[in-house]
């Protein structure tokens, strides 16, 4: 069991997940870094809880699999569960909430990455929200390498969101629950393809 109190106290541990292609770091709750693919391309997106002081999370590997749950406390009160996991054989990413009360997350870009908000295009799917993130040909990684290639996210959510704000530049409050919602992040073209599998919702 790993416990996390916010990010003020917290030990630094972090876990990772990955099939290959798509790797993810975290932090208890928090998503610190999400690599690929491939997994040689820089890190630029970060999701963290907001922390209103009183936060707090059990997270565990669920035994004999890559799936990691976080059990999320409100003043010692279990108010949601979240499930994270990279599927096996793509380069996404799920994220699974089940939520009594409204928990906030901050979706972070890095301030040279563009953002568009794309939601309509998935308006077939009842879509809450939806942005596409592409760092430029050129951008350096790790400090002395340019990238060769444009290089591309989605990040999809649906279910019981009841807002998602643009608080600054390349920084999205999203807030959830109650309730149940589902993040993706993937590679644009992996989008549609799991938006149509019901095992995704």
């Known amino acids: 069991m790993r416990y996390w109190k916010g990010r003020q106290t917290d030990d630094g541990s972090v876990h990772c997940m990955g099939n290959g292609r798509l790797a993810v770091y975290e932090q208890g709750p928090d998503i610190i870094q999400l690599f690929g693919p491939p997994y040689s391309s820089n890190s630029y997106i970060k999701l963290n809880i907001i922390e209103n002081g009183d936060i707090e999370a059990e997270s565990e590997r ?12 409100k003043g010692k009160r279990m108010i949601g569960e979240i499930t994270d996991f990279v599927d ?22 890095d301030e040279k990455i563009n953002v568009l908000d794309n939601k309509e295009r998935f308006k077939d799917y009842e879509i809450s929200a939806g942005l596409l993130s592409f ?54 073209r992996l989008t549609r393809s799991v938006l149509k599998t019901p095992k995704a919702f």
């Open 135 to 188: 760092a430029e040909a050129g951008m350096f990684i790790y400090n002395r390498y340019p990238n060769p290639h444009r290089a591309y996210h989605q990040f999809i959510a649906t279910g019981n969101l009841s807002s998602v704000e643009n608080n600054s530049h390349n920084q999205f409050k999203i807030s959830c629950g109650p309730g149940k919602v589902l993040f993706l992040l993937s590679e644009v």
């Open 62 to 73: 669920k035994a004999g699999t890559a799936i990691w749950s976080h059990k999320i406390y």
């Open 88 to 109: 096996a054989d793509t380069a996404c990413m799920a994220r699974k909430l089940g939520l009594a009360e409204q928990v906030d997350f901050l979706l972070v870009y």
